[in-house]
């Protein structure tokens, strides 16, 4: 009896702990040219921010504020929902939360882009940041429009 033979392990090994990704972020939901379209339209919503940003002097500022405040809001909103698919938050709110999401944001924000995008063409002085600063919201537009039609293919069509 002292060598243990007739007393067995009553309790399991501990289980271990699920590796964590580093700081949770994973590419696994957003995957191809879906990344591609999203890591560039935050760039080029970002380069509309900076480039605005380096504008002296302007004619008709009301346009040139406008389009700041829809360029910068398009930059973080892009940002946010590239957050969202790469970290642990689109197990937290689920796919169709996340789908849900993406489907009502990206056209309002490309809607947004569009109607800054014509304001501040309007209103600018022509100068070449002014023109920068057109050409990087309308290829951010663009990246916008090209998830708009994969989300509506794959939300409304295939649904």
């Known amino acids: 009896m002292e060598n243990g033979a007739v007393y067995n392990e009553t309790t399991e090994p501990e289980a271990k702990a699920p590796r964590r990704r580093p700081f ?5 939901h957003l995957r ?4 591609t379209a999203k890591v560039v339209q935050a760039i080029f ?3 509309a921010v900076v480039c605005e ?3 002296d002097d302007c ?3 009301s346009g ?3 389009f700041e405040f829809i360029s910068c809001s398009a930059f973080l909103l892009s940002l946010l929902i590239l957050c969202v698919y790469c970290t642990d938050m689109y197990e937290s709110l689920g796919k169709e939360k996340v789908q849900k ?3 009502w944001a990206v056209p309002a924000i490309g809607a947004w882009l569009l109607l800054a995008s014509i304001v501040f063409s309007a209103t600018c002085s022509g100068s070449a940041v002014e023109s920068a600063a057109c050409v990087s919201l309308k290829m951010a537009r663009f990246t916008l429009y090209l ?3 994969w989300i509506f293919c794959n939300f409304c069509i295939c649904s």
């Open 32 to 35: 191809g040219w879906r990344l």
């Open 59 to 61: 004619i008709y500022c």
């Open 45 to 47: 919503s970002f380069l």
């Open 24 to 28: 949770g972020c994973t590419l696994q």
């Open 53 to 55: 940003e380096i504008v």
């Open 101 to 103: 999401l993406n489907f």
């Open 64 to 66: 040139l504020y406008f």
């Open 147 to 149: 998830s708009g039609i």
